[in-house]
């Protein structure tokens, strides 16, 4: 079967750096996509990988390793509006997005 | 910019009522898709279309009807309600992914659905 995991729930500070972590399985692999959503609302596009290696866009970073199945979310000068949940989708072999379930991100001061 | 615009955006239904999710997008997008948002779970699709008069289903269909007379509309139409539809659902758009493009998708802001 097709899986993306990813933790349920993170705690990071005020200005600091955290990073979200992604394993799939799936069946193809056409992309993974990172989407930010603010609770009671839709989910954001942030970020998107096809090839190897690190995607940067301003405090916010993705890295992908298709041999492992295996990318990062990596969230630098963390802000309070930071918190908020990052969900994980991977796009497979016929262009259907597996999403994983989302780590809740907490932000303290 | 109007983007995606779902409604209602909340809606309490009895069990066996029938009702219909509305979903337009202004932006000339040919993938529409409708998810549904569980705690603890992923989003999971439950039918999806590549352009007007095209439908297929997705991981969850059953219980849901779609159909796609225009590329801006794409209602999601609930035939005999269940307390198990209870849930957040989600219209999403994109170009359509096949081509030069990441495909990222553009959601509407949500429909909240109770059924009891």
């Known amino acids: 079967g097709q899986n993306i995991d990813q933790p349920t729930e993170m705690t990071a500070t005020e200005g600091a750096i955290v990073q979200i972590n992604c394993t799939y399985q799936t069946s193809g692999f056409n992309g993974l996509f990172w989407y930010q959503q603010h609770a009671g609302e839709a989910p954001t596009f942030l970020s998107y990988?096809?090839l190897d290696g690190l995607e940067e866009k301003g405090r916010f970073s993705s890295f992908l390793s298709r041999s492992k199945g295996y990318s990062y979310l990596l969230l630098k000068e963390l802000q309070m509006k930071d918190s908020a949940s990052y969900l994980c989708?991977?796009?497979?072999?016929?262009?259907?997005?597996?999403w994983g379930a989302g780590t809740k991100l907490i932000i303290k001061p | 910019n109007a983007g995606v615009t779902q409604t209602p955006k909340f809606q309490v239904l009895k069990t066996g009522q029938s009702m219909t999710l509305q979903c337009a997008q202004d932006?000339?997008?040919?993938?529409m898709s409708w998810y549904r948002q569980d705690p603890g779970m992923g989003l999971r699709l439950i039918h999806y279309s590549v352009g007007a008069g095209i439908t297929d289903q997705g991981e969850v269909p059953n219980g849901y009807n779609v159909s796609r007379s225009t590329t801006e509309d794409f209602p999601l139409r609930l035939l005999s309600a269940a307390p198990s539809q209870t849930s957040v659902y989600f219209c999403?758009?994109?170009?359509?992914?096949?081509?030069?493009?990441?495909?990222?998708?553009?959601f509407g802001e949500g429909s909240r659905l109770t059924v009891l």
């Open positions: 999403a758009s994109s170009p359509r992914p096949y081509r030069v493009n990441t495909g990222e998708l553009f």
């Open positions: 932006m000339n997008h040919e993938y």
């Open positions: 990988n096809v």
């Open positions: 989708a991977v796009r497979d072999s016929n262009y259907q997005l597996i």
